[in-house]
């Protein structure tokens, strides 16, 4: 059986934690290895979409990009609202924070903001892969995104992690445990 341990290890935070930052980031790489690692509860918001609209892709090429936020807004506020989530690893795609409905709620809850630049993420984003949004010129488009969004990420952060210049997942993930076992201690306090 391969059931995940119930988390001895894992800070139990009394908000959800929600992990933002650009395409490739690692939001979902990292979210992984903290509920691997750490016994984090993990709820991807992309993941929860695809199990409930069918892919990315597909969702962009019968739909425009505003139908696309609708529905990650309406994701991520479920999930935000939900009593289980408290304590859990919360990851969101790129372009959610933007979306003024979802900044106020990442107002509201714990934000840890993966750093990244483009040398970081241009071997993984050499083709667009699922992210409809990069389709044409991948690290170009992601630049003008980066641009358009990273006060954002910015001004909604509680934590900074830089994760440019290939750190490790292992790494990442037990920084950001760290910081959350320190935090919940001191609310515990
Ligand atoms: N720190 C890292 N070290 C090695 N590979 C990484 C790291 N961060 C992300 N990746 C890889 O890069 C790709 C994109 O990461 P992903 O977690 O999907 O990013 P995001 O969810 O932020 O868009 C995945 O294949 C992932 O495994
Ligand atoms: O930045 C964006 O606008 C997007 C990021 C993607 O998630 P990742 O950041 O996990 O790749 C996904 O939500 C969609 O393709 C749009
Ligand atoms: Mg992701």
Redesign the pocket.
């Known amino acids: 059986m391969s059931e995940v341990p119930t988390a001895p290890d894992a800070a139990v935070h009394p908000r959800p934690v929600v992990?933002i930052?650009?395409?490739?980031?690692?939001?979902?790489?990292?979210?992984?290895t903290l509920r691997t690692r750490h016994g984090y509860r993990l709820i991807?918001s992309?993941a929860r979409i695809v199990a409930a609209q069918g892919t990315i892709p597909e969702i962009f090429a019968h739909h425009d990009e505003a139908h696309f936020r609708r529905l990650e807004a309406a994701a991520i506020g479920e999930i935000l609202a939900d009593p289980d989530s408290v304590g859990a690893i919360v990851?969101v795609?790129?372009g959610a924070p933007m979306t003024p409905a979802v900044a106020r709620l990442l107002a509201e809850t714990t934000v840890v903001y993966?750093l990244v630049d483009e040398q970081?993420?241009a071997e993984?984003?050499r083709t667009e892969g699922d992210?409809p949004l990069l389709a044409g010129h991948p690290l170009q488009r992601w630049r003008q995104m980066y641009a358009q969004r990273h006060e954002t990420y910015e001004r909604l952060a509680d934590l900074v992690v830089d994760?440019r210049g290939?750190?490790?997942?292992v790494t990442?993930a037990d920084e950001i445990h760290e910081h959350l076992a320190r935090a919940a201690g001191k609310e515990q306090r």
Not at 21 to 32: I, L
Not at 166 to 169: E, M
């Open positions: 992990l930052g650009p395409m490739a980031a690692g939001k979902s790489a990292v979210g992984q991807d992309d990851s795609g790129g993966l970081t993420v993984r984003i992210r994760a290939h750190r490790d997942l990442l």
